[in-house]
């Protein structure tokens, strides 16, 4: 895949999902609180399950950016700004109200096995990584407000102390104009103090902007546009390590000299994340050279599988409440059904002997496939469907899982 089609078929990777998103990100988020243990192992391909949003027949009801179905909301405008948290109790709430509706289409409800699940929730958290086409208009507005054109030329325009940005025209995405900035930024900065000159703030879309208007003004002539491969996240983790982020930021709640990088501390598209850190860029490396760490360059790919990195930081929640799980196990109904190590209801199976929960995405998997027969059971036992607000669903899985993790007790003599 390349040239034209290959930025829009990664933009198309991310589109189709449906009610069964929803669902089953109701249980990935219960996955998401699992304590020291890492949920979800970080995707290496996060557009792995297109093919399932296809197959599944997800887009049939929800678009995404204007593109599927109008019957579900349209998931690609901000709908996944949410935690996995959240947005997985929204989707356990509004379950019933899928089932209906589906029913309504004659719409079976697709069932998962395997790694589907998880290839399909990574796909779906990687909706909001790339970034909305840039606005050449505000781009222009942006190059005289950063005052730009006193050390670089754009369109034939502007100084010659720093290289000229028509070349940033061959590339499709404002990743390549980050990296370039990212490894030319202490010279950068310390020409610019040298000038009178203050570094370039960037935040949300502006980095976008300001690649939309060079590349509507540049007057150099491309043979072929370059475009971002999806970054690796398994990559940028490493990336983190060998590039020494890690001696100054955590990723579990703890920083070091710098703040901890953990679960929804980054949120944003790629160039979002970017602009982050160019933003903390001149902080970060006065700090390194007090530190005597060595400045690290990003080469090919790596500034993209690196932010790639950071962005899925923002898949995990906060570790699930085994003690308050099991308060809600009881106050939402759960136990009337099920039994946890023989403690509740016959009428489903013990959740502690359910292999299915050895796994915080294979526990999402399979609550998803049971859906419909929960559904069935809960209504004729007259049991309204538990609805479940911000940690609810990670407490009650945590809760589960510890029970599974716990030896028996020896029988008294």
């Given at each position: 895949?390349?040239?034209?089609?290959?930025e829009?078929?990664?933009?198309?990777?991310l589109?189709p999902p449906?009610?069964l998103?929803?669902?089953?990100l109701t249980?990935?988020?219960?996955?998401?609180?699992?304590?020291a243990?890492?949920?979800y192992?970080?995707?290496?391909?996060?557009?792995k399950?297109?093919e399932?949003?296809?197959?599944k027949?997800?887009?049939?009801?929800?678009?995404?950016?204007?593109?599927g179905g109008?019957i579900g909301?349209?998931?690609?405008?901000g709908?996944?700004?949410?935690?996995?948290?959240?947005?997985?109790a929204?989707?356990?709430?509004h379950a019933?109200?899928?089932?209906?509706?589906?029913?309504?289409?004659?719409?079976p409800w697709?069932?998962f096995?395997?790694?589907e699940?998880?290839?399909?929730?990574?796909?779906?958290?990687?909706?909001?990584?790339?970034?909305e086409?840039?606005?050449?208009?505000?781009g222009?507005?942006?190059?005289?407000?950063?005052?730009c054109l006193r050390?670089?030329t754009?369109?034939?325009?502007?100084?010659?102390?720093?290289?000229n940005?028509?070349?940033?025209?061959?590339?499709a995405s404002?990743?390549?104009?980050?990296?370039?900035?990212?490894?030319h930024?202490p010279?950068m900065?310390?020409?610019?103090a040298?000038l009178?000159l203050?570094?370039?703030s960037?935040a949300g879309?502006?980095?976008?902007?300001l690649?939309?208007?060079?590349?509507?003004?540049?007057?150099?002539?491309?043979?072929?546009?370059?475009?971002?491969?999806p970054?690796?996240?398994r990559?940028?983790?490493?990336?983190?390590?060998?590039k020494?982020?890690?001696?100054?930021h955590?990723?579990?709640?703890?920083?070091?000299a710098?703040?901890?990088?953990g679960?929804?501390?980054l949120?944003?598209?790629v160039?979002?994340?970017?602009?982050?850190?160019w933003?903390?860029?001149?902080?970060?490396?006065?700090?390194?050279?007090?530190?005597?760490?060595?400045y690290?360059r990003l080469?090919?790919?790596?500034?993209?599988?690196l932010?790639a990195?950071?962005y899925?930081?923002?898949?995990?929640?906060?570790?699930?409440?085994?003690?308050?799980?099991?308060?809600?196990?009881?106050?939402?109904?759960?136990?009337?059904c099920?039994?946890?190590?023989?403690?509740?209801g016959?009428?489903?199976p013990?959740l502690?002997?359910?292999?299915?929960?050895?796994?915080?995405?294979?526990?999402?998997?399979?609550l998803?496939n049971?859906?419909?027969?929960?559904?069935?059971?809960?209504?004729k036992r007259g049991?309204?469907?538990?609805?479940?607000q911000?940690?609810?669903?990670?407490?009650?899985v945590?809760?589960?899982r510890?029970?599974?993790?716990k030896?028996?007790?020896?029988?008294?003599?």
């Amino acid at each position: 895949m390349g040239g034209e089609m290959m930025e829009r078929d990664l933009r198309r990777v991310l589109q189709p999902p449906s009610y069964l998103l929803f669902i089953f990100l109701t249980f990935i988020f219960i996955a998401a609180g699992i304590g020291a243990e890492r949920p979800y192992t970080l995707p290496e391909d996060p557009l792995k399950g297109r093919e399932l949003f296809l197959g599944k027949g997800c887009i049939s009801c929800h678009a995404v950016r204007g593109e599927g179905g109008r019957i579900g909301p349209d998931l690609g405008r901000g709908f996944f700004q949410r935690s996995l948290i959240q947005m997985g109790a929204l989707m356990w709430n509004h379950a019933p109200t899928m089932r209906e509706k589906m029913r309504e289409l004659k719409l079976p409800w697709p069932s998962f096995k395997g790694k589907e699940m998880g290839d399909l929730v990574a796909y779906l958290y990687y909706l909001d990584y790339f970034d909305e086409p840039g606005d050449p208009m505000a781009g222009r507005r942006l190059i005289r407000e950063k005052e730009c054109l006193r050390c670089h030329t754009i369109g034939g325009r502007g100084g010659r102390i720093g290289p000229n940005l028509d070349k940033m025209k061959a590339y499709a995405s404002a990743i390549f104009m980050a990296q370039a900035m990212w490894n030319h930024g202490p010279p950068m900065v310390k020409k610019m103090a040298e000038l009178g000159l203050s570094p370039p703030s960037l935040a949300g879309k502006e980095m976008v902007d300001l690649l939309a208007y060079i590349r509507s003004a540049s007057e150099i002539r491309i043979k072929e546009r370059v475009y971002m491969l999806p970054g690796d996240p398994r990559k940028g983790e490493k990336l983190f390590t060998t590039k020494g982020c890690v001696a100054c930021h955590g990723t579990a709640g703890r920083g070091g000299a710098g703040p901890s990088l953990g679960p929804g501390k980054l949120r944003g598209s790629v160039s979002q994340i970017a602009a982050v850190m160019w933003q903390h860029g001149p902080r970060m490396w006065k700090k390194m050279e007090e530190m005597k760490i060595a400045y690290p360059r990003l080469e090919g790919s790596e500034m993209a599988d690196l932010i790639a990195y950071l962005y899925f930081l923002g898949f995990f929640d906060d570790p699930g409440d085994p003690v308050k799980g099991k308060e809600l196990f009881a106050a939402k109904g759960c136990v009337r059904c099920h039994s946890v190590k023989g403690e509740g209801g016959k009428v489903g199976p013990d959740l502690a002997q359910i292999q299915a929960f050895a796994s915080s995405i294979d526990a999402v998997q399979a609550l998803w496939n049971h859906v419909p027969m929960m559904e069935e059971a809960t209504k004729k036992r007259g049991i309204a469907w538990p609805l479940l607000q911000g940690q609810d669903m990670a407490d009650v899985v945590e809760y589960v899982r510890q029970a599974q993790k716990k030896k028996p007790e020896a029988p008294k003599q």
